[in-house]
């Protein structure tokens, strides 16, 4: 949600997303930046993620210093355009015992040569890929093969890191039917969640992110004949179950948990 649209804030709370992020960088102008960081860091409600500004410039560094002095912090802060592990460790030092827990957007082709790194980095909680910013500067479409490769080596950051991967937005508005195509896509390249940009965006990524209920009792299942095995390899409903498919099974119960 644009910071500058407090009006909206509630109905998008209201709407079924998982989280809901106020944005101070994108979608403010900078001529309305000063504005929208005093209303919405000094009206923060801890319900809310915050994205501000890229730290290496000075719409965020004024972001970062009047969180420091905000009496609530959000429940998720998003950096844009992080580079370095450095500039996690300065967010850190600045905002100390309250630092919420951190998303980074990578959003740059240098951002993703260091990703594995950021992903590492204390505090870091998810990670989220910026392909709109990414794919500018290499010239492609903001399109699934164009950016394939990309969102490849990034997911492996992210589980070098041992984070969930987030990926950017669908931002074809009407085309449901992209949507659902690019959500199992990245579904089955590893991505843990879907950024939207619009409230009807949400039902179709859950639908398609979270676990189903053939999955789960599937999980279940397999878990239940890998304990009674002895923790050994076995054969399981035709496919040898081992320790690394477990983990995949395991992974599904967590998600169908939170």
Do not use: Y
């Amino acid at each position: 949600m644009p910071g500058t649209r407090p009006d909206r804030f509630a109905k998008a709370l209201a709407s079924g997303a998982d989280a809901v992020c106020i944005d101070l960088e994108d979608s403010v102008p900078a001529e309305g930046k000063a504005a929208a960081r005093a209303a919405v860091i000094g009206a923060m409600d801890a319900d809310f993620a915050l994205r501000i500004n890229g730290l290496t410039t000075r719409a965020g560094l004024a972001d970062l210093l009047a969180l420091a002095e905000a009496e609530t912090m959000p429940r998720l802060l998003l950096v844009p355009k992080v580079e370095s592990a450095a500039e996690i460790a300065m967010l850190r030092a600045i905002l100390e015992d309250r630092t919420p827990p951190i998303v980074p957007l990578i959003e740059t082709a240098r951002g993703l040569r260091e990703a594995h790194a950021i992903a590492a980095a204390p505090g870091v909680a998810a990670m989220m890929f910026g392909g709109g910013d990414l794919s500018a500067e290499l010239g492609v479409a903001l399109a699934w093969g164009p950016l394939v490769h990309a969102r490849s080596a990034f997911v492996l950051a992210c589980a070098e890191g041992g984070v969930p991967a987030i990926d950017v937005p669908f931002i074809t508005l009407d085309n449901v039917e992209g949507l659902a195509a690019e959500t199992r896509a990245a579904k089955a390249l590893g991505f843990a969640a879907k950024a939207a940009i619009h409230p009807a965006q949400i039902a179709p990524i859950h639908a398609i992110l979270r676990p189903t209920a053939d999955e789960i009792a599937e999980a279940r299942a397999a878990l239940a004949a890998f304990d009674a095995g002895g923790g050994r390899a076995i054969r399981f409903n035709g496919q040898m179950l081992e320790a690394p498919i477990v983990r995949r099974f395991r992974r599904i119960l967590n998600n169908a948990e939170h």
